[in-house]
Protein backbone atom coordinates (compact mmCIF):
# COMPACT_ATOMS: atom_id res chain seq x y z
CA UNK A 1 0.00 0.00 0.00
CA UNK A 2 1.43 3.35 -0.99
CA UNK A 3 1.89 5.67 2.14
CA UNK A 4 -0.62 8.95 1.71
CA UNK A 5 0.80 12.51 0.52
CA UNK A 6 1.98 14.63 2.51
CA UNK A 7 -0.65 17.54 1.87
CA UNK A 8 1.51 20.47 3.85
CA UNK A 9 1.99 24.21 3.39
CA UNK A 10 5.61 25.08 4.11
CA UNK A 11 8.27 27.62 3.72
CA UNK A 12 11.93 27.55 3.95
CA UNK A 13 14.28 30.60 4.70
CA UNK A 14 17.50 31.67 5.40
CA UNK A 15 18.72 35.14 6.98
CA UNK A 16 21.61 36.36 6.22
CA UNK A 17 21.71 38.72 9.70
CA UNK A 18 22.19 35.64 11.72
CA UNK A 19 23.09 32.53 9.85
CA UNK A 20 19.66 31.41 10.79
CA UNK A 21 18.45 28.72 8.11
CA UNK A 22 15.40 26.80 8.57
CA UNK A 23 12.03 25.21 7.80
CA UNK A 24 8.48 25.97 8.97
CA UNK A 25 5.49 23.51 7.95
CA UNK A 26 1.85 22.48 8.98
CA UNK A 27 -0.12 19.24 7.57
CA UNK A 28 -2.81 17.31 7.58
CA UNK A 29 -0.38 14.77 8.78
CA UNK A 30 0.79 12.92 11.54
CA UNK A 31 4.18 13.77 12.41
CA UNK A 32 4.97 15.83 9.70
CA UNK A 33 8.15 17.40 11.16
CA UNK A 34 9.64 14.04 10.77
CA UNK A 35 9.12 14.02 7.10
CA UNK A 36 9.12 17.26 6.00
CA UNK A 37 12.06 19.71 7.25
CA UNK A 38 15.92 19.39 6.51
CA UNK A 39 18.47 21.76 7.67
CA UNK A 40 21.97 22.43 8.17
CA UNK A 41 23.92 25.27 9.38
CA UNK A 42 26.03 26.95 6.95
CA UNK A 43 24.69 25.32 4.07
CA UNK A 44 20.36 25.43 3.63
CA UNK A 45 17.37 23.78 3.96
CA UNK A 46 14.70 21.47 2.07
CA UNK A 47 10.82 20.74 2.66
CA UNK A 48 10.42 17.95 0.57
CA UNK A 49 6.82 17.05 0.53
CA UNK A 50 3.50 15.60 -1.30
CA UNK A 51 4.28 12.49 -2.78
CA UNK A 52 8.09 13.25 -0.55
CA UNK A 53 11.03 11.98 -1.35
CA UNK A 54 12.89 11.93 2.12
CA UNK A 55 15.99 11.50 0.09
CA UNK A 56 16.01 15.09 -1.45
CA UNK A 57 16.38 16.11 2.44
CA UNK A 58 19.96 15.21 2.71
CA UNK A 59 20.38 14.65 -0.86
CA UNK A 60 19.79 18.22 -1.72
CA UNK A 61 22.05 19.05 0.84
CA UNK A 62 24.84 17.33 0.17
CA UNK A 63 24.67 19.51 -2.98
CA UNK A 64 24.03 22.31 -1.66
CA UNK A 65 27.15 21.81 0.40
CA UNK A 66 29.23 21.16 -2.75
CA UNK A 67 28.56 24.53 -4.08
CA UNK A 68 25.36 24.17 -6.05
CA UNK A 69 23.19 26.78 -6.16
CA UNK A 70 19.20 26.16 -4.56
CA UNK A 71 18.25 25.95 -8.05
CA UNK A 72 20.94 23.66 -9.54
CA UNK A 73 20.17 21.44 -6.35
CA UNK A 74 16.85 20.90 -6.93
CA UNK A 75 17.28 20.20 -11.13
CA UNK A 76 19.55 17.68 -10.21
CA UNK A 77 16.64 16.44 -7.64
CA UNK A 78 13.93 16.09 -9.67
CA UNK A 79 15.72 15.32 -13.15
CA UNK A 80 16.76 12.13 -11.51
CA UNK A 81 13.20 10.84 -9.73
CA UNK A 82 11.08 8.85 -12.53
CA UNK A 83 8.02 9.78 -9.69
CA UNK A 84 8.91 14.21 -10.27
CA UNK A 85 5.56 14.43 -11.16
CA UNK A 86 3.91 13.65 -7.36
CA UNK A 87 6.95 15.17 -5.91
CA UNK A 88 6.93 18.90 -4.19
CA UNK A 89 9.85 20.68 -2.59
CA UNK A 90 11.71 24.00 -1.79
CA UNK A 91 15.34 24.80 -0.89
CA UNK A 92 16.85 27.72 0.33
CA UNK A 93 21.03 28.12 0.43
CA UNK A 94 23.08 30.22 2.27
CA UNK A 95 24.32 32.19 -0.79
CA UNK A 96 21.02 33.66 -1.08
CA UNK A 97 19.19 30.94 -3.55
CA UNK A 98 15.81 30.03 -3.07
CA UNK A 99 13.91 27.56 -5.74
CA UNK A 100 10.64 25.24 -5.83
CA UNK A 101 8.82 22.54 -7.44
CA UNK A 102 5.32 21.43 -7.58
CA UNK A 103 5.15 17.98 -9.86
CA UNK A 104 2.60 18.55 -12.30
CA UNK A 105 0.44 15.57 -10.80
CA UNK A 106 0.20 16.85 -7.14
CA UNK A 107 -3.04 16.82 -5.69
CA UNK A 108 -4.65 20.82 -6.20
CA UNK A 109 -4.15 23.37 -5.14
CA UNK A 110 -0.71 23.00 -5.32
CA UNK A 111 1.87 25.78 -6.29
CA UNK A 112 4.48 27.63 -4.79
CA UNK A 113 7.31 30.80 -4.86
CA UNK A 114 10.04 32.08 -4.34
CA UNK A 115 11.32 35.87 -2.51
CA UNK A 116 14.57 36.90 -1.04
CA UNK A 117 16.06 34.19 1.07
CA UNK A 118 12.50 32.11 1.11
CA UNK A 119 10.57 29.46 -1.09
CA UNK A 120 6.90 28.73 0.18
CA UNK A 121 4.87 25.69 -1.39
CA UNK A 122 2.03 23.72 -0.78
CA UNK A 123 -0.54 20.74 -1.85
CA UNK A 124 -3.78 20.23 -1.28
CA UNK A 125 -4.32 23.36 -0.19
CA UNK A 126 -7.92 25.60 -0.34
CA UNK A 127 -6.08 27.99 -2.62
CA UNK A 128 -3.47 29.99 -4.14
CA UNK A 129 -4.06 32.44 -1.61
CA UNK A 130 -2.42 30.38 1.57
CA UNK A 131 1.15 30.50 -0.14
CA UNK A 132 0.40 34.19 -1.02
CA UNK A 133 -0.42 35.31 2.31
CA UNK A 134 2.60 33.12 3.37
CA UNK A 135 5.24 34.99 1.57
CA UNK A 136 3.29 38.38 2.27
CA UNK A 137 3.79 37.56 6.48
CA UNK A 138 7.24 36.43 6.08
CA UNK A 139 8.32 39.62 4.13
CA UNK A 140 6.41 42.20 6.28
CA UNK A 141 7.42 39.95 9.69
CA UNK A 142 10.66 41.39 11.72
CA UNK A 143 12.74 39.65 14.23
CA UNK A 144 14.36 36.29 14.28
CA UNK A 145 14.17 34.12 11.45
CA UNK A 146 11.95 31.61 13.73
CA UNK A 147 9.21 34.03 14.68
CA UNK A 148 9.01 34.91 11.04
CA UNK A 149 8.40 31.53 10.02
CA UNK A 150 6.22 30.76 12.55
CA UNK A 151 4.03 33.78 11.16
CA UNK A 152 4.19 32.71 7.63
CA UNK A 153 2.41 29.74 9.00
CA UNK A 154 -0.21 31.40 10.79
CA UNK A 155 -1.13 33.04 7.63
CA UNK A 156 -0.97 29.92 5.96
CA UNK A 157 -3.53 28.49 8.00
CA UNK A 158 -5.46 31.63 8.02
CA UNK A 159 -6.11 31.41 4.43
CA UNK A 160 -7.04 28.13 5.02
CA UNK A 161 -4.22 26.25 4.61
CA UNK A 162 -4.52 22.40 4.40
CA UNK A 163 -8.20 21.55 2.77
CA UNK A 164 -8.30 18.60 4.67
CA UNK A 165 -7.68 19.86 8.21
CA UNK A 166 -4.90 20.43 10.96
CA UNK A 167 -2.61 17.36 12.71
CA UNK A 168 0.88 18.52 12.89
CA UNK A 169 3.80 21.23 12.17
CA UNK A 170 7.02 21.71 12.86
CA UNK A 171 9.30 24.10 13.16
CA UNK A 172 13.24 23.54 12.65
CA UNK A 173 15.89 26.39 12.76
CA UNK A 174 19.59 25.62 12.77
CA UNK A 175 22.31 28.65 13.80
CA UNK A 176 26.17 27.97 13.67
CA UNK A 177 27.05 27.53 17.29
CA UNK A 178 23.14 28.16 17.91
CA UNK A 179 22.16 24.83 19.92
CA UNK A 180 22.48 23.62 23.49
CA UNK A 181 25.97 25.57 25.78
CA UNK A 182 27.21 26.32 22.01
CA UNK A 183 27.85 22.60 21.21
CA UNK A 184 25.93 22.22 18.28
CA UNK A 185 24.32 24.32 15.52
CA UNK A 186 20.52 23.04 16.12
CA UNK A 187 18.93 26.29 17.39
CA UNK A 188 15.24 24.92 17.50
CA UNK A 189 13.86 21.94 16.53
CA UNK A 190 9.78 21.79 18.03
CA UNK A 191 7.46 19.10 16.73
CA UNK A 192 3.35 19.31 17.00
CA UNK A 193 3.30 15.65 16.00
CA UNK A 194 -0.69 15.16 16.28
CA UNK A 195 -3.03 17.97 17.96
CA UNK A 196 -6.18 19.73 16.64
CA UNK A 197 -4.19 23.18 16.96
CA UNK A 198 -0.55 22.32 15.94
CA UNK A 199 0.48 25.97 14.96
CA UNK A 200 -0.85 27.07 18.19
CA UNK A 201 0.60 24.41 20.17
CA UNK A 202 3.93 25.37 17.95
CA UNK A 203 3.87 28.62 19.21
CA UNK A 204 3.65 27.68 22.53
CA UNK A 205 6.15 25.77 22.12
CA UNK A 206 8.27 28.54 20.85
CA UNK A 207 7.56 30.79 23.77
CA UNK A 208 8.37 27.55 26.41
CA UNK A 209 11.63 27.59 23.91
CA UNK A 210 12.93 30.63 24.75
CA UNK A 211 11.71 30.87 28.32
CA UNK A 212 14.14 27.93 28.84
CA UNK A 213 17.43 28.14 26.12
CA UNK A 214 17.67 31.62 25.44
CA UNK A 215 20.72 33.10 27.52
CA UNK A 216 19.59 36.68 29.12
CA UNK A 217 21.47 39.15 29.00
CA UNK A 218 22.95 41.93 31.98
CA UNK A 219 19.83 44.12 31.21
CA UNK A 220 17.50 41.20 32.05
CA UNK A 221 18.72 41.03 36.05
CA UNK A 222 17.43 42.79 38.48
CA UNK A 223 18.78 43.35 41.63
CA UNK A 224 17.45 41.46 44.90
CA UNK A 225 16.41 44.25 47.75
CA UNK A 226 14.91 43.45 50.75
CA UNK A 227 11.50 43.38 49.58
CA UNK A 228 11.69 41.48 46.98
CA UNK A 229 13.88 38.73 48.74
CA UNK A 230 10.99 38.41 51.09
CA UNK A 231 8.59 37.79 48.41
CA UNK A 232 11.09 35.11 46.78
CA UNK A 233 11.33 33.49 50.13
CA UNK A 234 7.82 33.12 50.45
CA UNK A 235 7.23 32.11 47.14
CA UNK A 236 10.28 29.19 47.52
CA UNK A 237 8.58 28.04 51.07
CA UNK A 238 5.27 28.03 49.00
CA UNK A 239 6.93 25.31 46.55
CA UNK A 240 8.83 23.56 48.84
CA UNK A 241 12.07 25.00 48.40
CA UNK A 242 12.07 26.59 51.88
CA UNK A 243 11.03 24.73 55.27
CA UNK A 244 8.32 26.62 56.94
CA UNK A 245 8.49 28.33 59.95
CA UNK A 246 8.65 25.59 62.43
CA UNK A 247 12.05 23.92 60.81
CA UNK A 248 13.73 27.05 59.27
CA UNK A 249 16.49 26.41 60.86
CA UNK A 250 17.22 23.02 59.17
CA UNK A 251 17.35 21.63 55.17
CA UNK A 252 15.07 19.96 53.44
CA UNK A 253 15.90 16.29 52.34
CA UNK A 254 17.72 16.81 48.69
CA UNK A 255 19.86 19.78 50.11
CA UNK A 256 17.33 22.79 48.84
CA UNK A 257 17.09 24.20 52.23
CA UNK A 258 21.05 24.49 53.01
CA UNK A 259 24.18 25.98 51.98
CA UNK A 260 25.62 24.01 48.73
CA UNK A 261 22.52 22.08 48.32
CA UNK A 262 22.08 22.32 44.86
CA UNK A 263 25.69 22.03 44.15
CA UNK A 264 25.76 18.94 45.55
CA UNK A 265 23.19 17.00 44.04
CA UNK A 266 25.13 18.06 40.86
CA UNK A 267 28.57 17.03 42.17
CA UNK A 268 26.85 13.71 43.43
CA UNK A 269 25.38 13.41 40.13
CA UNK A 270 21.56 12.89 41.06
CA UNK A 271 19.11 14.14 38.95
CA UNK A 272 18.65 18.11 39.69
CA UNK A 273 16.05 18.72 42.15
CA UNK A 274 15.80 14.78 43.16
CA UNK A 275 14.73 15.21 46.59
CA UNK A 276 13.15 18.35 46.50
CA UNK A 277 9.17 18.24 47.52
CA UNK A 278 6.87 19.39 44.64
CA UNK A 279 4.81 22.37 44.57
CA UNK A 280 1.95 19.52 46.32
CA UNK A 281 4.15 19.09 49.32
CA UNK A 282 4.94 22.93 50.42
CA UNK A 283 4.85 23.54 53.85
CA UNK A 284 1.07 24.98 55.00
CA UNK A 285 2.99 26.77 57.85
CA UNK A 286 3.91 30.38 56.79
CA UNK A 287 8.44 30.63 56.39
CA UNK A 288 9.90 33.57 58.71
CA UNK A 289 11.45 35.16 55.80
CA UNK A 290 14.53 36.99 58.48
CA UNK A 291 15.25 33.54 59.70
CA UNK A 292 15.84 32.56 56.28
CA UNK A 293 19.99 32.57 56.16
CA UNK A 294 21.26 34.38 53.07
CA UNK A 295 23.37 30.67 52.24
CA UNK A 296 19.87 28.53 52.82
CA UNK A 297 18.21 31.49 50.04
CA UNK A 298 20.64 30.89 47.54
CA UNK A 299 20.40 27.21 47.80
CA UNK A 300 17.05 27.25 47.22
CA UNK A 301 16.42 29.91 44.16
CA UNK A 302 19.34 27.63 42.71
CA UNK A 303 17.97 24.62 43.19
CA UNK A 304 14.74 26.10 41.86
CA UNK A 305 16.43 26.91 38.68
CA UNK A 306 17.97 24.07 38.32
CA UNK A 307 14.90 21.70 38.60
CA UNK A 308 12.94 23.78 36.55
CA UNK A 309 15.76 23.51 33.50
CA UNK A 310 16.82 27.40 34.11
CA UNK A 311 20.61 26.48 33.47
CA UNK A 312 21.04 29.00 31.12
CA UNK A 313 19.66 31.92 33.38
CA UNK A 314 21.28 31.22 36.52
CA UNK A 315 21.50 34.64 38.01
CA UNK A 316 24.63 36.28 39.22
CA UNK A 317 24.66 36.84 43.06
CA UNK A 318 21.77 39.30 44.44
CA UNK A 319 20.09 39.12 40.97
CA UNK A 320 17.33 37.31 39.02
CA UNK A 321 16.09 37.10 35.38
CA UNK A 322 12.98 38.88 34.81
CA UNK A 323 11.60 36.05 32.92
CA UNK A 324 12.60 33.22 35.65
CA UNK A 325 10.40 35.38 38.35
CA UNK A 326 7.73 36.19 36.25
CA UNK A 327 7.68 32.79 36.06
CA UNK A 328 8.38 31.33 40.14
CA UNK A 329 5.83 34.46 40.68
CA UNK A 330 3.12 32.68 38.46
CA UNK A 331 4.06 29.69 40.17
CA UNK A 332 3.35 30.13 43.56
CA UNK A 333 0.34 31.98 42.85
CA UNK A 334 -1.25 28.60 41.64
Known sequence: MAPAPVATFSIVAYDPA???????VASKFLAVGSVVPWVKAGVGAVATQ?????QYGPEGLRLIAEGKSA??????????????????VGLVDVRGGAATYT???????AGGRTGRHYAVQ????????????MAAAFERTDGELAERLLRALWAGEAAGGDARGKQSAALVVE???????????????????????????LERLLRLHRLVFQRPGA??????????????VRALARLGYLPSREDSGTARPGGAGGEGGAEEAVGSGRRLGAGVPSPGDAPEAPVDPAAVTEAAFRAALQAFHLRENFE???????????????????????
Open 50 to 54: AWANP
Open 18 to 24: TGDVGVA
Open 175 to 201: RPGGGYDGLSDRYLDLRVDDHPEPVRE
Open 103 to 109: GEACTPW
Open 219 to 232: EDFVTIDAALRTEL
Open 122 to 133: GNILTGPEVIER
Open 312 to 334: MRLPPEGKIDRAVLAYLRERAAR
Open 71 to 88: EEALAALVAGDERRAVRQ
